[in-house]
């Protein structure tokens, strides 16, 4: 007689379980605030012009302003250039994982997509990440860079915290758009013969 019982006891908790799973819980879950991690950076540049064959010096504080973040990924990209090798020099690094090299022609992310979305890389970028970015974390890059030709010396920078949840996420908000169909702050260098 107790086995009787026990069985319909048993099937009303199960459907308890699963109603209160797929139709209470789930919205109690959504309705709670997303994080929000909020990439910054200050970009200091030695000299606005020198001569061919000098160098200058790109210094990048970044910093996440917002909420906790799981990756925080700072991009330096040079249009100017086809490859990095002799040119550009990592001097001050303190990013908690080893800086990426990209080159033209490799696939990257696009669009804050988190790899979702992909374009070919028209340019070289050196990519710095911490994993994962505290509220309030900064991060140095120091970069001495050595044109090889006389003209306008052009920098492309961006930061990008992921999750990206929101236009917050990445910084800066506006602005010119790189072959990764994202906003970049661009810094330049007048290289005089």
């Given amino acids: 007689m107790r086995k009787t019982l026990l069985y319909p006891i048993i099937g009303v908790i199960?459907?308890?379980?699963?109603?209160?799973?797929?139709?209470?819980?789930?919205?109690?879950?959504?309705?709670?605030?997303?994080l929000v991690p909020q990439p910054y950076f200050e970009v200091i540049l030695s000299n606005t012009e020198i001569l061919l064959g000098d160098s200058f010096r790109l210094s990048i504080v970044s910093e996440n302003r917002g909420d906790y973040g799981d990756i925080h990924i700072l991009s330096t990209a040079f249009p100017n250039l086809a490859e990095i090798?002799?040119?550009?020099?990592?001097v001050t690094y303190d990013f908690t994982q080893s800086s990426v090299s990209i080159m033209p022609g490799d696939e990257i992310g696009a669009k804050y997509s988190g790899g979702l979305e992909s374009a070919i890389a028209k340019y070289p970028s050196i990519e710095a990440m911490s994993r994962p970015i505290l509220p309030g974390a900064k991060n140095n890059l120091e970069l001495i860079i050595?044109?090889?030709?006389?003209?306008?010396?052009?920098?492309?920078?961006k930061s990008?915290?992921?999750?990206?949840?929101?236009?917050?996420s990445h910084y800066p908000l506006s602005g010119i758009l790189d072959h990764q169909n994202e906003y970049v702050l661009d810094y330049s260098v007048s290289v005089n013969p």
């Fill in 146 to 157: 050595t044109p090889e030709k006389p003209g306008i010396f052009t920098i492309y920078v």
């Fill in 14 to 34: 199960i459907i308890l379980y699963f109603s209160l799973t797929i139709l209470i819980l789930p919205e109690r879950y959504l309705s709670t605030e997303q």
């Fill in 160 to 168: 990008i915290n992921i999750p990206h949840t929101s236009d917050r």
């Fill in 85 to 90: 090798e002799g040119v550009v020099q990592i």
